[in-house]
């Protein structure tokens, strides 16, 4: 052809990047790949393993060993014995080791991302522009964590030996934000690769060794789900770190109930695109292009979900189309194509799938013309697609499609376009696209999404962190507040494990005392007046809907009163009226924060009754319950001091613009408080979740019960609005079961027994709410180091981080 032709036609020439260096790399192993395990390969060759392919081509790559329990013992023992060491080593020794495993990714950048490609199917355009540069740069980042580890994390130890399974989208990278930060602070890793994409995490292992990383720091152990679950399972592992689909999150948050081990999970999303009639247009149709296109839209968070204001959503739609007939899908090493190769044939028949059921369910299906027929003939490719025309409860609305099928719709208003992003079981991030910036700031808050990018989409830096909430999971990636994820409060390390609770007597009226032996004035003297406690419920006093009461005994044995045996019925009205209270949330810190002096300063008033009560429910000397009464002044006090101070922080990632992160309320957060310190413990749990701007649903001490209906009468006085502490008196059990199942309760803390803590980690998958247990160990609730301030207020809270680039 001529350079004329090619003038007048634009076409690309093929442009294919060299894998000569990744086939050799492939070729020296042609026996098969084994695990690596304390700085060694084991297990090649053996009958069990099986292919890892090329999606591109179907053909095989290399042989891959699958995971036994004799593989992931022996992976955990290497962890754990290496984890001592490897800590007391020291952050300055433990970031030279990161400086080095950076490096050693810069050296190899091209043969990363050509393996990369070959075994994900992805562009080599964005493994060489963006996964691999980004891998370096985490590991750049946490090395330099480690370093300011003993003064940044100074009241923090490593957590252990952490389990981790990646999925197979960003096989490199998400090892990298795993394994960058658990490394940094002192932990040491057994990691299992997607059984899809397992090459750049062995290729990886490779160069850790060479670069001199120690034995039983890294270990990698292939496999499918099964090598997986050993993992999940092991008694051996402290943590688990998960990346994958929301139904096998759900089955880690079951398995791993009660057993003490700590949790993150980033899971899956249909995150809104949202584009505003004042946007620009053309920038808006480039930022759908990255956020459902990239990667084959096989991300986690891509905009599958577009949302585009009336008036100027005919013409967008018309951009879209236009601009979706440019994009070439073809060999993933060709450096000029758009779209690679979905990962596997499962994956594809998946895609194909939903989109069938979007025709049946009245939806219009768009590709553009000849997009189909010109995807390649062999291998697994899918044109980019648009549907429209569906209902906001349409199934491929709501399913996660995984695939580059992005499904449009309109809105009206800005509170219609919250609405409509918020009508979702997940929340793992958001687009917003206006050139009013107020508008944008205004949007940005009001959306359930861990990340929002405004005028950007799929921004990513180590300083930043990601994840989600709902069904997306919990916890977070990169920056300080992922690096909490793989350290453990030092006052919170060594609890002891709280003494089994004496018997309680039986329930009902307790028997009417002698009187026959008394002196007649005695018998015939004005009574006392039979004060009923009741539950609170809306700021306001409410009888248990069974009408059952249970007794409250003084620590001699004496019937002393009666609290009501709150049911699911008080549980539901309790979460209605938290879930009204809204505006609580709302308020500004400053306001939240004066309601907190006013309850600390009416509880002072009332320092001697509440002495006394604690006295006689818990057997404590006068002074005991004098200095806890004193405490919870304090920890009011304390909450109240922090409402305006636990502020978010400005990241400056390396790019034009900052990341805003946002501490946000987790919404109504579930209480269920330990048997000790009634008083004490009630109030350093409500205040710190009350003054982030949450509501809550307080189960109180079951033995000293009294203490909680007495201070709703505190409550009452102190300009807590109704809705915003509900408490409901009753078994911890029945009640904490409740609230666990509650899919509109978003977080649950439950102090007590160890079958407490398994009960509300468990039962809490349903929505995958937040969790914060105890597992039946004892906090010492004077200790302001494990039960006050940033230790429970990470708690309270959630990290949304808004993106803001800047400049032309």
Same mark, same amino acid.
């Given at each position: 052809m001529s350079v004329a032709h090619y003038m007048d036609t634009m076409d690309y020439a093929p442009a294919p990047e060299g894998s000569a260096e990744a086939q050799a790399w492939l070729a020296a192993h042609a026996g098969g790949f084994g695990h690596f395990i304390n700085g060694a390969w084991t297990g090649a060759g053996r009958d069990t393993a099986f292919d890892s392919t090329d999606p591109a081509t179907g053909k095989p790559l290399a042989r891959i060993a699958q995971g036994s329990a004799e593989d992931v013992n022996a992976a955990v023992a290497a962890a754990r014995a290496a984890q001592g060491p490897w800590a007391a080593a020291g952050g300055a020794v433990r970031a030279r080791h990161l400086y080095a495993l950076a490096r050693m990714v810069q050296r190899h950048a091209r043969l990363l991302a050509v393996v990369e490609s070959l075994d994900n199917g992805k562009p080599i355009r964005e493994t060489r522009d963006i996964?691999?540069?980004?891998?370096?740069?985490?590991?750049?980042h946490h090395a330099g964590w480690a370093q300011v580890q003993a003064s940044e994390f100074a009241d923090h130890r490593p957590v252990g030996v952490v389990g981790q399974i990646i999925p197979w989208n960003f096989p490199l990278l998400m090892l990298a934000w795993k394994v960058a930060p658990a490394l940094a602070l002192g932990n040491t890793v057994v990691l299992k690769p997607?059984?899809?994409?397992?090459?750049?995490?062995?290729?990886?292992?490779?160069?850790?060794?060479?670069?001199?990383?120690?034995? %039983?720091?890294?270990?990698?152990?292939?496999?499918?789900?099964?090598?997986?679950?050993?993992?999940?399972?092991?008694?051996?592992?402290?943590?688990?770190?998960?990346?994958?689909?929301?139904?096998?999150?759900?089955?880690?948050?079951?398995?791993?109930? %009660?057993?003490?081990?700590?949790?993150?999970?980033e899971l899956g999303g249909k995150s809104p695109f949202i584009v505003f009639d004042d946007a620009d247009l053309d920038a808006a149709v480039e %930022?759908?292009?990255?956020?459902?296109?990239?990667?084959?839209?096989?991300?986690?968070c891509a905009g599958s979900r577009l949302l585009v204001q009336e008036g100027v959503a005919e013409r967008f739609i018309g951009k879209l189309k236009r601009r979706m007939a440019t994009l070439?899908?073809?060999?993933?090493?060709?450096?000029?194509?758009?779209?690679?190769?979905?990962?596997?044939?499962?994956?594809?028949?998946?895609?194909?799938?939903l989109v069938a059921t979007a025709e049946a369910e009245g939806g219009t299906v768009y590709q553009a013309p000849g997009a189909a027929e010109a995807c390649p003939p062999q291998g697994c490719f899918y044109p980019p697609t648009l549907i429209t025309g569906v209902q906001p409860g349409a199934t491929v609305a709501r399913e996660e499609i995984f695939g580059p099928v992005l499904v449009a719709g309109s809105f009206r208003t800005p509170d219609e376009a919250?609405?409509?992003?918020?009508?979702?079981?997940?929340?793992?991030?958001?687009?917003?696209?206006?050139?009013?910036?107020?508008?944008?700031?205004?949007?940005?808050?009001?959306?359930?999404?861990?990340?929002?990018?405004?005028n950007a989409t799929n921004l990513f830096d180590a300083?930043?962190?990601?994840?989600?909430?709902?069904?997306?999971?919990?916890?977070?990636? %990169?920056?300080?507040?992922?690096?909490?994820?793989?350290?453990?409060?030092?006052?919170?390390?060594?609890?002891?494990?709280?003494?089994a609770a004496p018997k309680t007597p039986p329930s009902g009226p307790a028997p009417a005392a002698s009187l026959a032996s008394a002196p007649t004035a005695q018998m015939f003297a004005m009574p006392s007046l039979d004060r009923t406690a009741k539950l609170f419920i809306g700021g306001k006093q409410a009888r248990p809907d069974g009408n059952h009461s249970l007794p409250q005994f003084a620590a001699d044995g004496r019937l002393v009163g009666e609290v009501g045996a709150g049911n699911r019925k008080d549980i539901r009205n309790a979460v209605a009226a938290a879930r009204g209270a809204e505006g609580w949330t709302k308020a500004t810190s400053h306001n939240r924060a004066q309601v907190l002096y006013y309850l600390g300063e009416n509880l002072s008033a009332r320092v001697a009754e509440f002495a006394q009560r604690i006295a006689t429910l818990t057997g404590a000397s006068a002074e005991?319950?004098?200095?806890?009464?004193?405490?919870?002044?304090?920890?009011?006090f304390s909450a109240a001091a922090w409402a305006d101070k636990y502020e978010g922080r400005v990241h400056q990632p390396p790019l034009r613009g900052v990341a805003l992160a946002l501490p946000e309320a987790l919404g109504v957060v579930g209480v269920v408080c330990p048997p000790?310190?009634?008083?004490?413990?009630?109030?350093?749990?409500?205040?710190?979740?009350?003054?982030?701007?949450?509501?809550?649903?307080?189960?109180?001490?079951?033995?000293?019960?009294?203490?909680?209906?007495?201070?709703?009468?505190?409550?009452?006085?102190?300009?807590?609005?109704?809705?915003?502490?509900?408490?409901?008196?009753?078994?911890?059990?029945?009640?904490?079961?409740?609230?666990?199942?509650?899919?509109?309760?978003?977080?649950?803390?439950?102090?007590?027994?160890?079958?407490?803590?398994?009960?509300?980690?468990?039962?809490?998958?349903?929505?995958?709410?937040?969790?914060?247990?105890?597992?039946?160990?004892?906090?010492?609730?004077?200790?302001?180091?494990?039960?006050?301030?940033?230790?429970?207020?990470?708690?309270?809270?959630?990290?949304?981080?808004?993106?803001?680039?800047?400049?032309?």
């Open positions: 996964d691999i540069p980004l891998v370096a740069r985490h590991f750049y997607a059984e899809y994409t397992p090459l750049t995490a062995l290729l990886f292992a490779e160069l850790a060794a060479a670069a001199g990383l120690p034995p %039983g720091v890294l270990n990698i152990v292939t496999g499918d789900g099964a090598t997986g679950a050993l993992i999940v399972d092991h008694p051996g592992v402290d943590k688990l770190a998960f990346t994958g689909s929301t139904e096998v999150g759900r089955l880690i948050r079951e398995r791993s109930a %009660g057993s003490g081990k700590a949790l993150t999970l %930022g759908v292009v990255d956020a459902i296109w990239f990667n084959q839209g096989q991300v986690c070439r899908v073809g060999a993933p090493l060709d450096k000029t194509i758009d779209m690679g190769a979905i990962v596997a044939p499962a994956q594809l028949a998946r895609i194909r799938s919250v609405m409509l992003a918020n009508n979702s079981r997940y929340g793992l991030s958001a687009s917003v696209w206006s050139e009013n910036i107020g508008l944008a700031l205004d949007v940005a808050p009001k959306l359930v999404a861990g990340v929002v990018w405004v300083a930043v962190g990601f994840g989600g909430t709902r069904e997306s999971g919990f916890g977070r990636e %990169g920056g300080r507040e992922g690096c909490h994820e793989y350290l453990k409060p030092i006052a919170w390390d060594e609890r002891p494990v709280r003494p005991q319950a004098r200095a806890e009464v004193d405490a919870s002044i304090g920890r009011c000790e310190a009634p008083l004490l413990a009630f109030i350093s749990l409500v205040a710190p979740l009350i003054a982030m701007g949450n509501r809550v649903v307080a189960v109180p001490s079951g033995p000293a019960a009294l203490v909680a209906t007495d201070f709703y009468q505190v409550l009452e006085t102190s300009d807590v609005p109704a809705g915003v502490v509900n408490i409901v008196t009753g078994d911890a059990l029945t009640l904490a079961r409740t609230l666990a199942e509650h899919d509109d309760v978003d977080g649950l803390w439950a102090f007590g027994s160890a079958e407490l803590s398994t009960l509300a980690e468990k039962l809490s998958v349903g929505n995958l709410k937040r969790t914060l247990v105890d597992h039946g160990r004892m906090i010492d609730w004077h200790d302001e180091r494990a039960a006050a301030g940033p230790v429970l207020l990470r708690h309270a809270v959630q990290v949304k981080n808004v993106w803001i680039p800047y400049g032309e």
